[in-house]
């Protein structure tokens, strides 16, 4: 999932440009993967829509962070419901259970950090590729979640039961 490198491994990625994957209705952009920094973070472009976000989660191995670009984010962290608006900047530590999702009725928009890398594999795997990132999918039915919960397992990603 390599990007274009500049010398010196660098790497410049354009407006619009990056693999694109759908993860239930969310658009993931990737800017930068492991195969770019060592293994040391990951970053893409969330666009989410509103009508689903993923269950309540804990990553084992990553930390996730959150800088909104457009629109707002309801977030959950260890139980505990909050508010993310455009300019704000949220961090997920690993090992503790949370959720996000656009908020306020309408798609959002943020700079999505995982530290270290890996995660890009799990979206890969478990979403599609974004051949028309303007078609938003449906929400999937519950064989389809499903098959991501166990895809998610093998990334080190558990969904604690409801």
């Given at each position: 999932m390599s990007q274009p490198?500049?010398?010196?491994?660098?790497?410049?990625?354009?407006?619009?440009?990056?693999?694109?994957?759908?993860?239930?209705?969310?658009?993931?952009?990737?800017?930068?993967?492991?195969?770019?920094?060592?293994?040391?973070?990951?970053?893409?472009?969330?666009?989410?829509?509103?009508?689903?976000?993923?269950?309540?989660?804990?990553?084992?191995?990553?930390?996730?962070?959150?800088?909104?670009?457009?629109?707002?984010?309801?977030?959950?962290?260890?139980?505990?419901?909050?508010?993310?608006?455009?300019?704000?900047?949220?961090?997920?530590?690993?090992?503790v259970v949370h959720t996000h999702r656009a908020g306020g009725g309408a798609s959002a928009r943020a700079l999505v950090i995982q530290v270290p890398a890996g995660v890009e594999r799990f979206i890969e795997e478990a979403g599609k590729p974004a051949t028309d990132p303007s078609v938003r999918p449906a929400p999937p039915a519950l064989p389809e979640l499903e098959r991501i919960v166990a895809i998610a397992r093998k990334h080190g990603i558990e969904v604690p039961p409801s």
């Open positions: 490198s500049l010398t010196q491994g660098g790497v410049h990625v354009g407006k619009g440009e990056g693999k694109s994957f759908w993860l239930l209705t969310d658009l993931h952009t990737f800017k930068v993967v492991g195969d770019d920094t060592n293994g040391a973070f990951t970053v893409a472009e969330l666009t989410a829509g509103p009508e689903l976000g993923p269950p309540p989660h804990i990553h084992r191995n990553n930390d996730e962070s959150f800088y909104i670009l457009e629109g707002t984010f309801d977030f959950s962290l260890a139980g505990q419901a909050f508010t993310a608006r455009a300019g704000a900047f949220v961090h997920l530590p690993r090992g």
